[in-house]
Every structure is written in C-alpha cells, then in structure tokens.
C-alpha cells in the first residue's frame, strides 16, 4: 500500500537523508517524489537506504552522467528540487554552480538539484564520498548553495528599503520583510552547520587522505 | 570533483588515485574497480560511489586511463590503464620505496632523524 507524505526540507542534504532513512527503518521505501511530496512503498523494515547528494552545482549533461553511472552501479535514483518554484521554459542563474551549472534551465535541470540515492541494506556504510578531499569538495559546493540562498533573502529585504520600489502599503511590506528574513534564518542554520563540517574536513585533510 | 596532487612537489598521489590505476592494469568497470580495491585492501579501503566517479573522471582527463571498448553492445563501460598511467605508476613505487626505506631505518634506529 503507498503512502503519500507531504515535507520540505531546508536541511535538504543530510535532514532528507536522515528523514528518508527512517522511514525505510519503518518499513516504507520511496517509489517516487515531487516538489514537496514523498510517496512510498511497503517494504520490510530497514531493507533499503538512502544517500542524499547535491548535484545543483554542476552542468545539466554533467549531472545526468553521474545519474547514469550510479544507476549502472546498481543504485536507484530519484531527482529532487531544492526550490518551490514551479517554472516550464526558464532559464536561472545559479550563482553557486561552476561552469555551465551555472545555467539550470526547465525543462533540464532546473528543480533536480538533488539526487537520492537507494541502496539495498548489505551491512557495510552507505556513503557515496570517502575520500576527505572529495567529503570536503562535496560539502563545499552545499555551503556555497546555502550561503547563496541567505544572501539572496537578506538582499531581498535590503532591496525593500530602496525609496519608491514598491507599492505595497508599509504594514504589507514589513510582513513580507518579515516572512523573506524569517526564510533566510531558516536558511542560515544549515549554512553554518555545513560551514563548520567544511572547516573540520579542511583540517582532517591536512592529515589524512 | 577528487583532486589528483600529482605535480605538487613531492609528487605523491593519493592512495585512491593509485588504487584505481591499479584496479585498471586489466579493462575493469566502476563496480568492478570498488570491489577490486575492497577486496585487495581487506575491507580497509571501501571507495564511495562518488569518490570513485570523481576519481576516474579526473584520469580520464589526464589521460593516464581511458574508456576500453564501447558502450554500444549494452555493457558496463569499462577504463584501462594507458602508458601515461603505467608511468605514474612507476614514480609513485619508486617514492613509496624511497620513504619506505627511510621510515624503517628510523623506526628500527637504523638511523636519526637528524642524519
């Protein structure tokens, strides 16, 4: 029987993870995902697990390669969004991407920022990154991406000050202030906690590999 | 993205960079590369999926492996060391064996630090 769960995650790396992770321990595994929907199948409890990765930063045709390769690696994927925004023939710039990453287009690869990855439980850790340098690269890109995203809140309400840009009424315009900056506090939390893991992993590298 | 610190200095690579060159003296996959260094380190390496993928993207591009036969007839792509890659090979032993040399002369008192 599935099961359809309505979620959204500003921790969108390791609290999806976490989050899917407990749910197959309960006995449900993903069978598919939409923008903020999760539906899931029946299975037996802690058959299956997850990984999360961000692939946002990278090219469309990039990320698609790595979709394939995990895929012929025995893995099952789902790509997933990291916005709300409902958008068909867009162009976006993502201003933390490298390269051609830094146009996500829809349809391309505009909303499939993320890609969750299904394992079979075998008993050894599921971890897609090993190597320090690679855990920190990884990482580093999610920090860049969060950080991003605080900025744009917070320039979003500075732009709000600028004389006459807005109509609204200014009871309306200090609600909507309120509701971008409460956004960006959700969003400077992860920030932080990824900034801190990049710093940790930076000095473990110095040392190991 | 792995990064490969081949040309820095010392010239050491990383132990996954080496461990993949050798996983691919024979024409192997990405499967077959993971269970290869599993198996031939006793369980002391396991490579993330992502980790590997980094890591053989990055040879590609130096070209020290390359794609071996094609992807049409269904099968898994498979990487196979090139000269370049053997050659890489080779300097990394030598270095290994020159610190190998000078740790165990140290460890055994063979010699000081400071000599």
Same mark, same amino acid.
């Given at each position: ?56 930063? $990278? &090219? !469309?045709?990039? %990320? ?5 390769? #995990?895929?012929? =690696?025995? @893995? ?57 340098r ?9 920090? $860049? &991406? !969060?950080?991003? %995203? ?5 320039? #979003?309400?500075? =732009?709000? @000050? ?48 | 993205?792995?990064c490969i610190r081949d040309n820095i200095?010392g010239g050491a690579l990383t132990?996954?960079t ?98």
């Open positions: 029987m599935s099961k359809t769960v309505f979620r959204y995650f500003f921790d969108f790396l390791d609290g999806q993870e976490k989050w899917l992770n407990s749910m197959a321990e309960r006995g449900y595994k993903l069978k598919n995902c939409g923008k903020v929907t999760y539906t899931f199948d029946a299975c037996r409890p802690g058959e299956y697990e997850y990984a999360v990765e961000f692939v946002g930063d $990278r &090219a !469309y045709s990039k %990320a698609k390669d790595y979709c394939g390769y #995990l895929e012929e =690696m025995g @893995f099952r994927t789902w790509t997933k969004n990291i916005n709300f925004n409902f958008s068909y023939g867009k162009a976006r710039w993502r201003p933390y991407a490298k390269g051609m990453g830094q146009i996500a287009t829809s349809p391309g690869g505009f909303n499939k920022e993320l890609l969750i990855v299904e394992k079979k439980k075998d008993g050894a850790p599921f971890e897609l990154h090993t190597d320090a690679d855990r920190l690269d990884a990482y580093k890109a999610v920090r $860049r &991406a !969060y950080f991003w %995203a605080v900025l744009m809140m917070f320039g #979003l309400v500075a =732009m709000t @000050f600028i004389p006459d840009v807005s109509s609204l009424p200014a009871a309306i315009a200090w609600v909507f202030r309120a509701v971008i900056a409460a956004a960006g506090i959700l969003f400077l939390a992860p920030a932080v906690k990824y900034a801190l893991l990049v710093n940790r992993l930076n000095s473990a590298c110095k040392t190991f590999e | 993205m792995v200095k132990e996954t080496l461990l993949v060159l050798l996983a691919v003296h024979k024409p192997n996959h990405g499967y077959g590369i993971m269970q290869f260094i599993e198996k031939e380190t006793g369980g002391r390496v396991v490579l993330g999926a992502g980790t590997l993928y980094g890591a053989i993207n990055a040879l590609v591009k130096k070209k020290w492996i390359t794609p071996s036969g094609s992807e049409a007839d269904g099968k898994k792509k498979q990487y196979v060391i090139t000269d370049a890659g053997k050659q890489k090979v080779g300097e990394e032993l030598k270095r290994m064996g020159e610190v190998l040399k000078l740790a165990s002369a140290i460890v055994k008192g063979e010699r000081g630090a400071n000599e």
